[in-house]
């Protein structure tokens, strides 16, 4: 069965940077692209963008460009969303999802971003 | 593509019908419209895909409609498990979602 399984929450100063992965499994891995969705607390979901996962290139959304990088390992099937320069804003829950697989999401892992 | 949902937030009893809107800052290409249900602590759930076709196992009292840049998610009878936030999303250009609906007892 198709799983996205995400990295545990985080808990990082301002200025920091982190790295949060998504491991796939039970379909190919570099047949359907990744995507990146944001929600800080109680809030709204924000779409951040994609990568494919046969190239490799990545799409970032207006809001996400700059210190928003998507990268992979797909000798592992993972798929990376890092974050650097982090800033309170930045505290959020963070999901994978596979879109154009039939809709499936990570479980999501929360970064804390506070001194 | 800019979605705007209303209302914020909904106000029903079980049994009550529900009806949401979702408009769009400009046309849908290809009616590319999705509804997703979020209860706390849960990542969303797709409800509806093609602003029309319920996704697997989402029961026939839940339904989209529209096209182009207004759209609606009806749910006939509310259940209890029902009350929970509700947000479209635009796959037509890149993706967008709205701001959510929230439908409270």
């Known amino acids: 069965q198709v799983q996205l399984v995400q990295s545990g929450s985080e808990l990082k100063k301002p200025g920091a940077s982190v790295k949060v992965s998504c491991k796939a499994s039970?379909?190919?891995?570099?047949?359907?692209?990744m995507h990146w969705v944001r929600q800080a607390p109680g809030q709204g979901l924000e779409y951040m963008g994609w990568?494919?996962?046969?190239?490799?290139?990545?799409t970032y959304a207006q809001g996400f460009t700059g210190r928003f990088v998507f990268s992979l390992d797909t000798s592992v099937n993972t798929a990376y969303l890092q974050i650097s320069s982090l800033k309170a804003d930045d505290s959020a829950v963070y999901y994978c999802?596979?879109?154009?697989?039939?809709?499936?999401w990570g479980q999501g892992t929360l970064v804390t971003v506070s001194s | 593509i800019v979605l705007t949902q209303s209302p914020g937030t909904l106000s029903l009893s079980p049994g009550e019908r529900a009806t949401l809107s979702c408009r769009a800052s400009?046309?849908?290409?290809?009616?590319?419209l999705a509804w997703y249900q979020q209860k706390p602590g849960q990542a969303p759930r797709l409800l509806i895909y093609?602003?029309?076709s319920r996704a697997t196992g989402i029961p026939d009292r839940i339904s989209g409609s529209g096209s182009g840049t207004d759209f609606t998610l009806t749910i006939s009878r509310l259940e209890p498990e029902d009350f929970a936030v509700y947000y479209c999303?635009?796959?037509?250009?890149?993706?967008?979602f709205g701001q959510g609906t929230k439908v409270e007892i």
């Open positions: 039970g379909y190919t891995f570099t047949n359907y692209a």
């Open positions: 093609g602003a029309t």
């Open positions: 999303q635009q796959y037509g250009n890149s993706r967008t």
């Open positions: 999802v596979a879109f154009d697989l039939g809709d499936y």
């Open positions: 990568i494919y996962t046969n190239t490799g290139n990545p």
């Open positions: 400009q046309s849908v290409n290809n009616n590319y």
